[in-house]
């Protein structure tokens, strides 16, 4: 019998070996011809400005993305315009940038009368529009209006009960009582049940006695509290007598309302100590202060008393029974802070990129030789920094806008499945959003070389401002760790027949289907149609999710017999925070491809169709060795992805323009003379002065 019919495969790899040979003569002697396959295979290598350019209107992109909040972001940016002596200069000092701020704030509320304190509950989606547009015009000026109206105004709102709406709620409103938000100390920050300042009662003044018991109980980092603050809202742990021998007891943290100056004088009142915690890295618009409590006495009805309440006599009362549940309950309404900074990171990158592109496809550096030089948007490694990141740009933009959604609808129905979608859902994407807007603010400055370094052209202040993103409102590596928690909940769920959550239902699929040994058919197929199919796409992440949940479950249990929990939780961390991030990528490319496929004009779809493939691409690239590991992926399905992502970046450089235009950012909202729609170099040196 002839070899031939014992190995079917001997013809293709002696094609394969002769298609070799040939590639390496033609590099020693470069006018033989290439096999017309490979001709063609090199054509995709193209200059990028030959690339068949697909058809964007910038408006309806923009009126697609933007939506029905498109018209009070235009009212914030239109008002700013009229008031050039309320922008933010290039340099100014701390105490002037406070005062700006300050300054800012009340305007766009008694001014412009944007009030946007009463939609956090009947419109949370305008009042995160109304943030995302402020903190475009001044990060720190968009954080002061979380501070005053999310912190605490939601604190009142959410942890308090009608006596505390009606009392306080005209005064956040209209300004009159600026308040601050006081949890952090100087010991604790994430491990929040570890805050050690008491409230105890005193049944026989009917007061609580708010107590600093030592410097490490100081709270710190408090926005507001350093210049214009009037109130907080202290978490402290409350104490109760017992009139027993053991004294006293311990409920657990709870929030109060502690005036903290004179509402006429706006002295510091008795008992309390305010100090400036100084000029930090960014946001120096904000003014965060320390403050110590000396047995400083409030009343019993300051006690923001929704989850739990102190009666007349001492005698403690809540509908949830442990200190667990009140607590969870507790932090749990003060989600919104997470979903804002999702959406604002989000808000700051579309900012960032705009400029770096528009610079990108202005400058000229190099070409060939006796010809024009090429915009350095031309260069593939340009294409490679900034295509992707664009791409997550519009990625990130529909998953905070299906955030906010799912946050409206949670603050509308108290269903308890949303509740704790969104609770993971808001961990997870803030986490994820503000550290790559982080790492990609240093990338576009790098694009933009010299020029990108210059202050004027933000990117310092943009990257400075954002950077505290990744630590307040919870530190990124806590959240993502609660991600990995959920998700772990959920697989044991699922093996005991449990309901899962709204944004976990493919793991029941998932953890039966994807587990499986990878298709040895499929993991070979490297054509466009196939690559681009959104179905692959998602299958592909949805698997590696499911292959590291299964893989992190199996070693937890292992190493809990030796190490107990909490050392079986470190040994395994990093493990932990690549399922989380690979989840949340997951996420973000299932709200993509929705949002592609519900858009209504074609073209538009087609735009969106392609940045959605380039995101999905170039994450599975990425991350290929996890992929060939296991086999899901075959060396030449690699080799192929590998090349369609670098095709879809030069198709992307085509249509770069158009695409940042439909952010709709103005001139004097991104304020970067090299990031201007015309004229950039014009701009730049009449800033410098000539």
Not at 509 to 533: A, C, F, I, K
Request: charged letters at 25%; glycine letters at 6%.
């Amino acid at each position: 019998m002839e070899i031939s019919k014992l190995n079917p495969t001997t013809e293709d790899e002696q094609d394969l070996v002769q298609r070799r040979i040939q590639r390496l003569s033609f590099h020693l002697t470069p006018q033989q011809q290439l096999p017309h396959h490979d001709a063609e295979q090199l054509q995709l290598l193209t200059c990028a400005s030959k690339v068949k350019k697909i058809t964007v209107s910038t408006s309806d992109l923009s009126n697609y993305m933007r939506g029905k909040y498109r018209e009070i972001q235009e009212r914030v940016f239109d008002y700013f315009n009229s008031r050039p002596d309320l922008q933010t200069p290039v340099e100014i000092s701390m105490d002037e940038h406070r005062q700006l701020c300050y300054k800012q704030l009340i305007g766009v509320v008694r001014e412009a009368g944007i009030k946007p304190f009463k939609y956090i509950f009947e419109d949370p989606a305008k009042y995160f529009a109304i943030v995302e547009a402020v903190g475009s015009v001044d990060m720190s000026l968009g954080i002061k209006m979380g501070v005053q109206y999310s912190l605490w105004g939601g604190s009142v709102l959410n942890l308090g009960t009608k006596k505390h709406r009606d009392k306080y709620y005209d005064g956040i409103d209209n300004m009159e009582y600026m308040g601050c938000f006081a949890m952090t100390e100087l010991h604790h920050g994430s491990n929040v049940q570890g805050l050690q300042t008491t409230a105890t009662f005193d049944p026989i003044t009917d007061n609580f006695i708010i107590d600093t018991p030592n410097d490490g109980a100081i709270k710190w980092w408090i926005g507001n509290a350093a210049v214009h603050g009037k109130f907080a809202t202290v978490f402290a742990r409350l104490i109760l007598p017992t009139h027993d021998i053991k004294g006293d007891s311990d409920m657990g943290i709870h929030a109060f309302i502690v005036p903290i100056r004179d509402m006429k004088t706006h002295q510091t009142l008795p008992g309390i100590e305010i100090h400036d915690c100084g000029h930090k890295v960014g946001l120096n618009g904000i003014d965060n202060g320390a403050l110590k409590f000396h047995s400083v006495r409030i009343p019993r009805e300051n006690l923001l008393n929704r989850f739990g309440d102190v009666s007349r006599e001492g005698k403690y009362t809540s509908s949830l029974p442990s200190i667990a549940k009140r607590f969870g309950a507790t932090l749990g309404e003060l989600v919104g802070g997470r979903v804002g900074l999702a959406s604002s990171s989000v808000a700051v990158l579309k900012i960032a990129i705009t400029i770096a592109v528009r610079y990108s496809l202005l400058r000229q550096q190099f070409g060939p030789p006796k010809e024009p030089e090429v915009s350095i948007l031309d260069y593939q490694s340009h294409q490679h920094k900034l295509m992707p990141m664009l791409a997550s740009t519009y990625g990130f933009h529909f998953a905070t806008s299906y955030l906010v959604e799912k946050y409206s609808e949670m603050k509308k129905s108290q269903d308890e499945e949303v509740v704790a979608d969104v609770h993971a859902l808001s961990a997870g994407l803030k986490a994820y959003v503000t550290s790559y807007t982080a790492k990609s603010l240093s990338v576009c400055r790098e694009a933009c070389g010299g020029h990108g370094y210059a202050a004027v052209n933000r990117f310092g202040s943009l990257r400075n401002d954002h950077d505290i993103f990744q630590t307040f409102e919870g530190d990124n590596t806590v959240l993502l760790q609660q991600v990995s928690m959920d998700l772990l909940k959920q697989y044991k769920e699922k093996f005991q027949g449990g309901t899962l959550a709204v944004t976990w239902n493919y793991l029941r699929e998932s953890m039966s289907t994807y587990l499986s040994q990878p298709n040895p058919v499929t993991s070979r197929w490297e054509g466009e149609d196939h690559l681009r199919d959104p179905k692959f796409q998602l299958d592909a992440f949805r698997y590696r999710t499911s292959r590291l949940l299964q893989s992190v479950a199996v070693r937890l249990r292992k190493h809990s017999k030796t190490l107990g929990s909490f050392g079986a939780w470190n040994r395994c961390l990093n493990h932990l925070l690549t399922l989380a991030e690979s989840h949340i990528e997951s996420v973000i490319l299932a709200k993509f491809i929705e949002s592609v496929q519900s858009c209504p004009d074609r073209n538009t779809r087609n735009a969106l169709k392609l940045v959605c493939d380039l995101y999905a691409l170039d994450r599975i690239w990425n991350d290929i060795g996890t992929y060939r590991n296991v086999d899901y992926v075959a060396p030449n399905k690699a080799k192929a992805i590998h090349k369609l992502t670098e095709y879809l970046s030069y198709q992307v450089r085509n249509s770069a323009k158009e695409l940042v235009d439909a952010f709709d950012l103005p001139d004097y909202v991104t304020r970067a003379p090299i990031g201007m729609r015309s004229d950039a170099y014009s701009h730049y040196t009449q800033y410098i002065g000539f």
